[in-house]
């Protein structure tokens, strides 16, 4: 038998969707379908080599969603002086309200809550500090190369205990400026959420401003999750409503079902509801 | 070295070819190269979590032949009551005259065989029912998702002993209608193998017929392999005859030398000849 | 835990570049990025089975540098005598040349050696003899398929002790012929390595001369490199030169960095530099 240097890993998801105003029955990827190789190489004295290539495609008609590797694609090292990154990969930016209810996922994982700011960057550096006392930091830059302006974003983070907070800012390629704040409080019998962001829009004046609230409730062999979002984007509202139980069938494997409510300034309530499997390998 | 829960698999094929209705002499595919992942996870109680992508390629040129995951791209759950498959598949018609004695590859596997309904549905659901004193039933359904009208088939499979016979069904989406069955039992000295398909050609009035009769002969470490082919195509008739040896080298790679002769209405017959090596993985 | 038949490998490889020439400051693929599957299966007395498919990307941006899989997609046989490859491949031609101090790889490795007919060829055959006395020699034959004129080329090659050493021909698609010769000698304190080619252009009358003369030296966990390339493509000449220090941080990691310097007729010396990492899996 063959042996790698590298593992294969991924996700499958797909079930059943209605979308009162889309597609009202359909199968559906109800989160990223994603295919990625990555490995560790150990280098003696705690050094690591590291590197991860993913793609992401729809599993319901087996087309890439991104070419191959946008998601992400990068070398890196490890070690007692913390971690650095080269390649394609999201800016630190977006790791302070990254944690969500739903993952972003499903039906009722809808609803912006990074203010539209939440980039992924070719040719970029992200280095993250070692921790210390609950404390580490990332910054990350990535050089325009004469296309565009440099961009580059930083977040500081904090994870002691039952308690992960984290705050960001970026200084986006388009000249917006956003920060963003989120956080995860595991209280025993339910896990808090919360995460705001804010983009100045610059030039062009037009702000954005999202929240989300959420919740994760253990219950059996799965849990309960729920979530409130809102996104002012330049004086347009939506608001959005999830609610769904995730059944986990193995530590790879869930089986899900939720229901999302949204409501845009202007425009008729959507509702959506969905059920489905989620494999990971 | 790394461990992966899926395993890389696939077949590469090259070897000679000659047409005297084509390229005289080229490398060529002669049977479909492949490349893809699949996983089972045991979930307990008999039940099994799985899921499998697989894209083709032109092994001569390096090209794809189809996206990234044309081929296959799915997840299900099979267990007592049976196997669920959600994704992109072949639907359960085709399962009926899927036995070929070349499978349908190298230049004596020529001929359609399936009435030219053979689809492969994004969206769609297939459900096997578990086996039971030899019979087993699967349907499928592809939603149509406001793109096309919804498509369904059915195949119901008899496995017992040396015998495996299952006729099929299909509600095309393009409104056609087609049935099928389709045969193999093994004689010890020999196996045969019988399939047939009509398609109604709906309001088009154009019908297609399909025979198929073919024979694995065990000879030595190899096989030798016949086959005849009729399709007729809204009265264009078409026939097909294949003869080849394949030599195993192994379990998993082979040695094979085909012919080919076809003839259609109204056209020159085609003589094909071929020689080659594959090799699965 | 799933077991595969082929190994999954490749590189990948970024760093920081400067180029006076060109984009001034920038993440860079230092070398080519990769990834492939390969397998080798032993059929008994001493004959193998093998495949190789590789794909290569831009790991700066995450992008698909050639479609898949066009590096190298081939099947074959090897045992007494001799190995069989069929695919798409890199031509026999090549491998005289393709000693490099460098790899071809970084800022330092410029400069076309291979007098510009190094081709990777749809529908080949490669055949390698066994070795004899020191020599093995290699034939490679693309198919035409009626698109384009038969291509063949061939290499003759020594390797005994610390010297190896190959010269080879390639009479091309495009009606040039071209020759080459290289050779690798390693003294110990240093590898000593020169590639001579010449491309006589055909009915365009544009013949190419190109001279490569480098070096490797061991130094502590890494090596010195340096490299001299003359390039005199239809009497435009191009010189660059080559410096760098590789740190080998395990046998599969290494840390670089390079100057070059280029200076083509006519045009302003281009200056560049680089460092980085390279992850091999």
Redesign the interface.
């Known amino acids: ?10 996700r ?4 059943y969707r209605h979308d009162s105003g889309g ?6 990827n109800n989160s990223m ?1 994603a ?1 990625g ?1 990555r ?1 560790v ?1 150990e ?2 004295d705690g ?1 690591q ?3 991860q ?1 993913e ?1 992401r ?8 969603r991104t ?11 490890r070690g007692a002086y913390g971690e650095l990154r ?3 990969q999201g800016g630190p930016f977006g790791v302070a309200p990254d944690q969500d209810a739903f993952g972003g996922d499903t039906v009722a994982g809808a609803g912006e809550r990074k203010a539209g700011a939440d980039d992924k960057y ?4 992200v280095y993250w500090t070692p921790a210390a006392g609950g404390f580490s930091a990332a910054v990350g830059v ?2 325009g ?2 296309l565009q302006r440099r961009g580059a974003s930083a977040v500081l983070r904090y994870a002691q205990g039952p308690l992960l907070a984290m705050v960001s800012y970026a200084d986006r390629s388009n000249r917006d400026h956003a920060w963003a704040a989120g956080g995860i409080h595991d209280f025993g019998a339910a896990k808090l959420i919360l995460a705001a962001a804010h983009n100045d829009g610059d030039a062009s004046g037009k702000e954005r401003t999202t929240f989300d609230l959420g919740t994760i409730v253990p219950l059996g062999r799965g849990s309960l999750r729920a979530k409130l979002n809102h996104d002012d984007n330049d004086g347009v509202k939506t608001r959005n409503f999830g609610l769904g139980y995730w059944h986990d ?2 530590a ?2 869930l089986l899900y079902s939720d229901i999302g409510l949204q409501k845009t300034d202007g425009l008729e309530r959507v509702r959506r509801f969905d059920f ?6």
Chains 1, 2, 3 share one sequence.
Not at 1 to 10: E, F, H, K, R, V
């Open positions: 038998q063959a042996q790698s240097n590298a593992t294969l890993y991924g499958v998801d797909l079930g597609v009202r029955q359909q199968i559906a379908n295919v190789f490995g190489e280098l003696g050094l080599a590291f590197f290539i793609h495609f729809d599993a319901d008609t087996g087309l890439p070419p191959f590797w946008d998601e992400i694609s990068i070398v890196g090292l080269l390649g394609r070719n040719n970029s550096v990535s050089a190369e004469g069938l193995s790879r494997t489905g499997i989620r494999h990971n390998f």
